[in-house]
Every structure is written in structure tokens, then in C-alpha cells.
């Protein structure tokens, strides 16, 4: 069983920082595939930032540059910082593990930036 637990997320103005954390637990989690996705108000969630098992990353158009994915392996975790944040980064944001077709789900935390 894989459980994921998010922290981090809370109010902060615009062109503030936040660093969300996801921590993993199960067996081999640390090395799957991990992702952070966003679900703003009223609208469906999108992929935000991507790092795969071996550490390559990928993120949306709308964040590159001003987000970072990031692991620590021996922590089973995985990081997003997020810098530069703007009124339409306000969402609730979800790390998701992935593997071989399965995936798992974090409960998620909410991020509000103000203007």
C-alpha cells in the first residue's frame, strides 16, 4: 500500500514563495515516478511539474521557470518549490506516484496567492 501526504501548501501574496513537501510510503515508492498537480477553482486539475525514477523533469509551460521539482531519495520524498507565485497559481495541489499503471494519490494541500 502507497500513502502520499502533502504539506506546505497556505496563503501567501503574489510574487511570494511556497515549498510544498510529499511524503511517500510503501515499498520501493521512493523510486517510482512522481508528479505534482494542480486543480484551481471551478476547473480540472493539470500536471504541474513531473520527475521520473531516474531524476529527469519536466514541467508546464505556465510554471517553467518559476516552479522546481525536486527528490530526496532516503526521505521518500519529493519537493515543489515555487517561486514567483501568482493569483492563478491559487489551487489545490495533489502529488500523484506512479508505476506500471498503478497510481496513487495524496489527499492534497491547498495553495491561495492574493493580490
Known amino acids: 500500500q502507497v500513502q502520499l501526504v502533502e504539506s506546505g501548501g497556505g496563503s501567501v501574496q503574489a510574487g511570494g514563495s511556497l515549498r510544498l513537501s510529499c511524503v511517500a510510503s510503501?515499498?520501493?515508492?521512493?523510486?517510482?515516478?512522481k508528479g505534482w498537480y494542480r486543480q484551481p477553482p471551478g476547473k480540472p486539475r493539470e500536471l504541474v511539474a513531473h520527475?521520473?525514477?531516474?531524476?529527469?523533469?519536466n514541467y508546464a509551460d505556465s510554471v517553467k521557470g518559476r516552479f522546481t521539482i525536486s527528490r530526496d531519495i532516503a526521505k521518500n520524498t519529493v519537493y515543489l518549490q515555487m517561486s514567483s507565485l501568482t493569483p492563478e497559481d491559487t489551487a489545490v495541489y495533489s502529488c500523484?506516484?506512479?508505476?506500471?499503471?498503478?497510481?496513487?494519490w495524496g489527499q492534497g494541500t491547498q495553495v491561495t496567492v492574493s493580490s
Open positions: 520527475i521520473t525514477n531516474h531524476g529527469d523533469t
Open positions: 510503501g515499498n520501493a515508492v521512493a523510486l517510482w515516478d
Open positions: 500523484q506516484a506512479a508505476r506500471l499503471g498503478m497510481e496513487y
